[in-house]
């Protein structure tokens, strides 16, 4: 009863914390100063028709950066904590059916799709919606579709890791490659910007984005495999 | 004016889904119904000109995370009927064991 | 006051989300289950980034984002803002991270032979 009353006064509190942003603060006529000087500035200084992915992977790219980070602190506690050794009878699993024949052949033939999609989305990110965490997370699809058609196959384990820390690398060195060439750490004006609207544009704006893409993909594939079990 | 009517029919929807998801006694209802509120949201995100994190959520919140939870759950359901198992088990072998 | 003024005055992205944000608070706090937990988190993490984007949402504008319509110059005046559009769709990605580690620190302690209920851990004290 005394826990209910204090749920209900948490509540509450909550609620009057949160109602100046419903009802009072209303909707804003005009972007502030800080948004309408990127929306100014984004497609000039670094020739990218997505104002968002140019505040993503530029303006507050050490952001994103560490936003990675913490994603991988995250994968690696979930690959950890999911071990056979500590989960006993819960980590060990019996037998598994194998899939049907429909799903075994929808993955032989939509996994290498899925792949193009995701890198597709990530190669276009500084031109329309989207960027390497939406193309991530459909590499990780194309994956969780193997991992459903052959439970008891294991993924390349190696193949993943490599490509994690080789993408981690390859961001970080693409970040170090700003601050020579260019004006500051993870300044994509490193490359050349070349045309708004082109493929080839915006400096390492693709580059990193598809570097953050890979990382993501690997990421969360690695969480799936580390939730399906089997895991030595 | 009628973006605002949609997203506040919208946000009935996930305040419905949400408190449903909450007080459904099972758990695979609640696992759909949170994903329900996810794909609602991502609604939200595009009628207020996000594309970026409608496609995220879209992904992520409603597709991602329902798996995860769903592995979750079997992993859990799993260890449950192994653990029902053994105590079924534990008698007959210590009848065997006993002579 | 008439009820369109009223209407004009909510930010009825920011309602729907304080709404969630309620709804999750109340799960997270109310219910026993350690799953029922983490589902609860996911319902008020979604809340929570709607009332974030809620700060940028400007009435009939358009996406941030340059097309064949619309030139560099003119773009401020007809978009909306994209920097907590930035914040939240990094924040969705470390969310189902973070669920992925709850679910299974839940699986561990169950494992552990606690049991699946949050009242099992009543007595634990550090």
Redo the contacts between chains.
Sequence with gaps: MMR?VL?FL??IG??FA??P????????????A???A???RA??ELAT?????A??VSY?GF??LG?VA??FA??A??GA??TKK??????A??PRKEATEVLGTAARLLTSLLALFGVYIFTHGHL????G??GG??I??AV?LNILARPQSHLAHGLMTAVESLSGAAYVALGLLGAFLAWGFLDPRALPLGE??KLVSAGAIPLIYSVVGLK?GA??SG??E????DRE | MWTDVAIIIAGLVMLAAGIGAIVAKSLLVSIILAGGVSLVASLVFLLIGAPDVAMTEAAIGSGLTTVVFLYALARSKQADKEDSDESAEHPDAEKAGAP | MNALEFLAGINPVAASGAALVLVGLWGVLARPNLFKIAIAFTVLETGVNLVILSVGYIRGRTAPILDAASDAATASARMTDPVPQALVLTAIVIGLAVTALMLSYALRLKAAGGGSSIEAYGEEKW
């Excluded at chain 1, 329309?128 to 960027?131: A, H, I």
């Design positions: 209910k749920v948490a509540l909550f609620a949160l109602l942003l419903a009802y009072r603060a209303g909707v804003a006529d005009e972007p502030n800080l948004a309408t990127y929306l100014e497609p000039a028709a997505n104002v968002v992915t505040i993503v507050r952001d994103t936003e913490v994603l995250a994968t506690g979930v904590l999911l500590r989960l006993g009878s819960a980590g699993r019996a329309t919606p989207g960027g965490f939406q997370v459909v990780a699809t969780l708004l609207g993501v990421e969360l969480i799936l580390a939730l399906k079990g």
